[in-house]
């Protein structure tokens, strides 16, 4: 595969390479800097050559949707119903208009924190109040546990929005975790939504669970978030699919106002099947790299001992603690200014984050070296002053 240079990448149009000034490297936003799978070029392609870009019939929708379904079957064991599936222009679409079809103002949605930050912007810009279930973070890595959850749903939690695998931890949760948060959910008649956006890039010997797929019971009160959009790289042009685990559900997301949910597109649409028909060998050769990319990345931690870190079990982040070096600013702060290199902010994840920052290592080797390197020098820095 042709590597790009730092020019090159640099003079790309998408947010990841634009946000900062030209001699910082970006390591933040979650797209990685692979060019996309040239099955879905080809498709996306012919879409636009085709020039019949009028609202997209059902019938690809359909056709999407089967992918997805047999997409999930095959990779995860996992067959939702296809009538019971919508396409959604993305992901925070669809956990956005799951808070506004299943719960009321005011009510509380729980979010396992530290967690990816816009599902708090979803919450409180609908009126309804974040209610949190802390992971726990052990010796073995970070934990949903049944107390947290029961704090949270005696805080008046109505709705658990799950992100599995987890942002910015890296956890897949194993089927004992997911059975503990089934039975909560039954227990306290929660709906859950569970974001599986990730669910393509789990490593060895790790593997996704579909919570809907743990059993019926919790299936009845799930609505489940994919997309193709993080493993295919394809924020920008994808979409997205909610499967709904009983016709009752995907009817009262039915009846959300037509123009809340707007038109996915026909490239987006396209674009996703081809990823789910066709894109599998694509990603296996991506997940070879990123597992690489994973590796040298923890190998670097464990030279710079100082900074805390748990091997993500899925995604292309790795959730660094740097507290324990004492810096008098936050690490995505202090990286950027002395290392030129931008890391997302911990503390934007939420209570759990402060002190943290996370590393997108979905890029070329080169990068990524390039990247520690510039981060071995901010650290470096930090022992001379200490
Ligand atoms: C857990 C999680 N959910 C949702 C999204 C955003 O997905 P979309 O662009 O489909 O809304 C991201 C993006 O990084 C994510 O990490």
């Known amino acids: 595969m042709h590597e790009p240079s730092l020019a090159d990448l640099r003079s790309r149009v998408g947010k990841k390479w ?111 109040a974040v209610v949190e279930a802390p992971l726990t973070d052990r010796e073995d890595g970070f934990r949903i546990t049944r107390a947290a959850l029961e704090a949270a749903v005696d805080r008046g939690g109505k709705m658990l929005l799950l992100c599995n695998p987890h942002n910015p931890t890296g956890r897949v949760f194993s089927a004992t975790e997911l059975a503990v948060v089934a039975e909560v959910a039954s227990e306290a008649d929660l709906i859950v939504v569970s974001d599986e956006i990730h669910a393509d890039l789990v490593y060895e010997p790790h593997r996704h669970i579909p919570i809907a797929a743990l059993a019926p019971a919790i299936a009845d009160r799930c609505i489940t978030l994919v997309s193709p959009s993080k493993a295919f790289n394809l924020a920008g042009v994808g979409c997205a699919m909610a499967a709904f685990g009983t016709p009752e559900l995907a009817a009262r997301f039915d009846e959300l106002p037509f123009a809340l949910l707007g038109h996915p597109t026909g490239t987006g649409v396209r674009a996703a099947t081809a990823a789910w028909e066709l894109g599998g060998p694509w990603l296996d050769e991506l997940r070879v790299r990123l597992r690489a990319n994973r590796d040298t990345v923890s190998d670097w931690v464990g030279e710079n001992r100082q900074i805390g870190h748990r091997v993500p079990e899925a995604t292309y982040l790795a959730w660094l603690d740097f507290r324990p070096l004492h810096w008098s600013v936050e690490p995505h702060e202090r990286l950027l200014a002395k ?25 070329y080797p080169a990068v990524l070296d390039e990247i520690l390197h510039r981060m071995e020098s901010a650290l470096a820095e930090t022992r001379l002053v200490l």
Not at 352 to 360: C, D, K, Q, S, V
């Open 18 to 128: 634009r946000l900062y000034e030209a001699d910082v490297i970006p390591a933040w936003v979650a797209d990685m800097d692979f060019s996309p799978a040239q099955v879905i070029v080809d498709a996306v392609r012919s879409f636009l050559a085709e020039g019949d870009w009028g609202y997209v019939d059902g019938r690809e929708h359909d056709r999407m949707i089967e992918a997805g379904v047999a997409w999930a079957t095959a990779r995860h064991g996992w067959s939702p119903a296809p009538s019971e599936c919508r396409v959604v222009l993305d992901v925070m679409q669809g956990v956005a208009a799951s808070i506004q079809a299943f719960t009321q103002p005011g009510d509380g949605v729980i979010i396992t924190n530290p967690v990816y930050h816009p599902f708090g912007w979803a919450i409180e810009s609908s009126d309804r």
């Open 339 to 363: 290392g030129r290199v931008a890391l997302s902010s911990g503390v934007q994840f939420g209570t759990g984050g402060a002190g943290h920052a996370r590393l997108n290592f979905g890029t």
